[in-house]
């Protein structure tokens, strides 16, 4: 009895391996049909992009300039390292696990592959960058507004205290 228990158990024990194996290879080729990796590297170009736009108001030397590239250039080097694909990787594959089923996965496998999931893939990025223009121009008009209503938090917290005393 006891052997045939162990065999169940190591039966049960391989078709988990199996599976997990098997959903890794599905989360592997996904991934590679997503082309996460440069996908990452999109990100950082535009979030360089986004800060470029930002700093465009502010008026610099060319001495000030030239120091803030180099810290620039140091701050992507820092990102590209510590937040890597390969870094990511390992902890994105458990974010799908946890709210993708197997199924789920093997159908986005199948979709990507198909001529409006590769469409979807090359347009996406595009659409991302232009969806974050939208938002920088939306968040620098509300900049002044949000400004304004500190200054006028702080100025009251000050009558507040000034109160008090």
Same mark, same amino acid.
């Given at each position: 009895?006891?052997?045939?228990?162990?065999?169940?158990?190591?039966?049960?024990?391989?078709?988990?391996?199996? %599976?997990?194996?098997?959903?890794?290879?599905?989360?592997?080729?996904?991934?590679?049909?997503?082309?996460?990796?440069? &996908?990452?590297?999109?990100?950082?170009?535009?979030?360089?992009?986004?800060?470029?736009? !930002?700093?465009?108001?502010?008026?610099?030397?060319?001495?000030?300039?030239?120091?803030?590239?180099?810290?620039?250039? %140091?701050?992507?080097?820092?990102?590209?390292?510590?937040?890597?694909?390969?870094?990511?990787?390992?902890?994105?594959?458990?974010?799908?696990?946890?709210?993708?089923?197997?199924?789920?996965?093997?159908?986005?496998?199948? !979709?990507?592959?198909?001529?409006?999931?590769?469409?979807?893939?090359?347009?996406?990025?595009?659409? &991302?960058?232009?969806?974050?223009?939208?938002?920088?121009?939306?968040? %620098?008009?509300?900049?002044?507004?949000?400004?304004?209503? !500190?200054?006028?938090?702080?100025?009251?917290?000050?009558?507040?205290?000034?109160?008090?005393?």
């Amino acid at each position: 009895m006891k052997k045939i228990s162990m065999l169940i158990a190591l039966l049960f024990a391989f078709n988990v391996c199996g %599976q997990d194996s098997k959903e890794q290879d599905n989360l592997d080729k996904l991934f590679e049909l997503m082309n996460m990796d440069s &996908m990452i590297n999109t990100m950082y170009d535009q979030m360089g992009a986004m800060f470029s736009d !930002f700093e465009q108001d502010v008026e610099m030397s060319s001495e000030e300039a030239a120091l803030r590239d180099k810290h620039r250039k %140091q701050q992507t080097n820092i990102m590209k390292t510590e937040m890597s694909w390969d870094a990511m990787k390992v902890d994105l594959k458990q974010v799908y696990r946890q709210n993708f089923t197997e199924n789920e996965i093997a159908d986005m496998l199948v !979709f990507y592959k198909s001529p409006t999931g590769q469409s979807v893939l090359r347009t996406m990025p595009v659409v &991302m960058q232009e969806s974050m223009q939208i938002s920088q121009v939306m968040a %620098q008009k509300m900049i002044p507004k949000l400004q304004e209503l !500190f200054k006028r938090q702080m100025q009251e917290i000050k009558e507040l205290r000034e109160s008090s005393k």
